[in-house]
């Protein structure tokens, strides 16, 4: 992994030697998790949980939401839901409103509802919407909600921002220009909030997730025999980011690809040129199936 610690962070794991008996930085913190209901947000409020956090659960479905809920407090922890679709600006609104009166300041955000799309240009020249609604739960959920958050955060000098982002936006994969053209906007506006904030100890992690096996990525057949991380394997990423408070979290491959991108660009566009040939749209992104 491609980590830039903290100083704390730093202190935790070097000299302290991460000693498994030490409480969690969790311990009694509020932390939101969007995309709650299911694959990583699920494994990570319940993990959180389990570390002693006060976890915000929030997500469009309200009856897995409360499945969420219920089974975290079964297991002794504590949860609160908030129905929500994060595409909605006055319902987005509604809920940093609802949370920061029931709560105060959220010391941490999650933010891990999002759409992908794998779709060829030349299948999008009449789906401007594919770009607009990746934009609306990819970018502008994020963003309304960290400005909504942030002012609390900073007036009590503390807070952290976890964005679940894509190594897409160090590897430019083809096919996912829309995908990864949203999650590399909020990786971009987060490293420079990050830096506006950084005196008032409000830090951001852009987690730049490898695939992970959920619900979305099961309409892509090119997905079926890939390798793929757990939601759980992903969620114990999401509480590294969390308690560490690392400025990102990479994957060897996107790493590499990056540097490459930026020393090789007209090899490397080539590469990906050819792999994609290798791995042509489904049928549904050709039109051939429903959307």
Avoid at 24 to 40: D, E, F, K, M
Avoid at 75 to 98: F, H, I, N, R
Avoid at 189 to 216: C, K
Avoid at 264 to 283: E, K, N, Q, T
């Amino acid at each position: 992994m491609n980590l830039f610690l903290t100083p704390r962070a730093f202190l935790r794991r070097q000299v302290l030697g991460r000693v498994r008996d030490l409480p969690s930085p969790l311990v009694g913190r509020t932390v939101l998790v969007t995309g709650a209901s299911s694959g990583i947000g699920e494994a990570t409020a319940r993990a959180v949980a389990a570390r002693g956090g006060v976890v915000l659960l929030v997500a469009r479905r309200a009856g897995e939401l409360e499945r969420v809920r219920s089974g975290i407090e079964a297991d002794g922890g504590t949860a609160y839901s908030y129905v929500c679709d994060l595409t909605d600006s006055a319902a987005t609104d509604e809920l940093v409103a609802a949370v920061l009166v029931e709560h105060g300041a959220v010391d941490m955000l999650v933010n891990n509802a999002g759409r992908s799309i794998r779709r060829s240009l030349e299948y999008s020249y009449d789906r401007m919407h594919d770009f607009e609604r990746t934009m609306a739960i990819n970018y502008f959920g994020p963003v309304r909600l960290i400005l909504g958050l942030l002012p609390a955060m900073r007036a009590q000098r503390f807070g952290h921002v976890v964005n679940i982002v894509t190594w897409g936006v160090q590897i430019k994969a083809p096919r996912f220009s829309a995908y990864i053209a949203s999650k590399t906007a909020l990786d971009t506006f987060s490293r420079i909030a990050g830096r506006e904030a950084y005196a008032d100890n409000v830090t951001f992690t852009n987690l730049r997730l490898s695939l992970v096996r959920t619900d979305m990525i099961t309409a892509t057949d090119a997905y079926a025999q890939a390798p793929a991380k757990s939601p759980e394997q992903a969620a114990m990423l999401v509480v590294r980011a969390l308690e560490d408070r690392p400025l990102t979290i990479s994957t060897t491959i996107g790493t590499v690809s990056e540097v490459l991108n930026l020393l090789a660009p007209r090899l490397m566009d080539a590469v990906a040129s050819a792999g994609a040939r290798r791995f042509p749209d489904s049928p549904a992104a050709r039109g051939e199936s429903a959307d």
